[in-house]
């Protein structure tokens, strides 16, 4: 962990120190000059340790995992170099940015792939500012070694022009599950899902690795991220309150407390903790289960010593639109009505997924005109919540179950099961644009769709 100015001062020196933004007209793939690149990533093998004697071999980038943080200006052209140094082709994506199609990183929009042990170089630009992320996107099929199982996740944070900075500390925090296995859960017609052995709070279960260290009186930003590929997950830290900023990189209209942070995969938060209960607690999944596997962080007050406390909180559901305004939202110019459904694998095959009751490749693309409103209107007909991601906009959450709201601008929205939602998105980055849910099972069979401009 380190604390802002240590963070700095490692960004500043790091050969990794930008992010990644682009859009159509300033993509280039042609041949670059043979300068040093901004950006330097590495597919490869990664071995990180992440308790005594429980070591996870998979496939990271620079030869770890999470990746290294990647921090830029926002508007600066950046250069990226992807090796790939692994048996099978990879992707990149640039999760949560305005890139071109050529250079978001997934197959479908038509995004090169970086072949097995080749590489890829590309010129892009930074932009919206805030907390993003950047994860490999081809599919595991059930293969639980690929797509976002392994290893290949880590922020990036695009620097706005001008930042305020009225905290002490800052920390990363990206939380992922490990040693996946599949099994049958759910009612009896389920097919196949997942059951997993570990968690991590970056690369170390609770417990283990150095504590968050803060001092009385500190404001603290915690940026959270779950990597996970297929698990929502419920933080809580004991006697204090997240007062939630931003959500997917994106302040918020209404900075509202919570006991409880619930994040649906792909989903960040950036959380301000005010640090007056001196003592030594756990920040952790509010699942026994879960931090039992060591899905959590030790907070350490200066002075304290002692086993870390855990307190479990009240179940409160999550609430979308409490950090929402109460200004009027445009109507649409046009509407998508989406309804999602589960083909129960039947204990002996994978589930399927469908949308408006066609499964990927077979779904119907969503037709748009550049600069005009659409709203996505999502009908969760299943027993499963579903994170639904963008591709290359951000959308304004617009209804929850009936509630209304303005303002909360995100890149993912994690649906109830057998709920209902609305979201609204300008069509303002022509090309091609995958829509999906980013459980990487939903995803694999089926879950997805194609915005496409007219």
Known sequence: M?????????????????????TPRFSNLAALPLAKPDISLRIGPASVEIAPGVVIKTTGYNGKTPGPILRAREGKHTTVEVHNDTDMPELVHWHGQFVGSDVDGAEEEGTPLVPAHG???????????????????????GELERGTFNGQFGFFYVEPKSEPGNYDQEFFLAAHHWGPSLAHMGPQNNGWEIAYEHGTINDKSLGHGDPIRVKKGQRVLLRFLNSSATEDISFALPGHKFKVIAMDGNPVPTQAEVDILTLGVAERADVIVEM???????????????RAKGMGIVIEYAGEKGEPSWVQPAKIPWD?????GRTTVPEPDAKFDLTFKKIPGERVTFNRWTINDKSWPDTDPLIVQAGKRYRMIFRNQTGDTHPLHLHRHSFEVVNVNGKAASGIMKDVLNIARFSEAQVDFIADHPGLSLFHCHMQLHMDFGFMAMVKYA
């Open 320 to 324: 979308y639109t409490l950090f929402g």
């Open 2 to 22: 380190l604390n802002r100015r240590e963070f700095l001062a490692a960004a500043g020196t790091s050969a990794v120190g930008a992010a990644l933004v682009s």
């Open 276 to 290: 007056n209960q001196p003592g030594v607690w756990v920040l952790g999944s509010t699942r026994d289960e879960d």
């Open 119 to 141: 590489n890829r170089k590309f010129t892009i630009v930074p932009a919206p500012s805030g907390t993003r992320y950047y994860h490999t996107h081809m599919a595991s099929k």
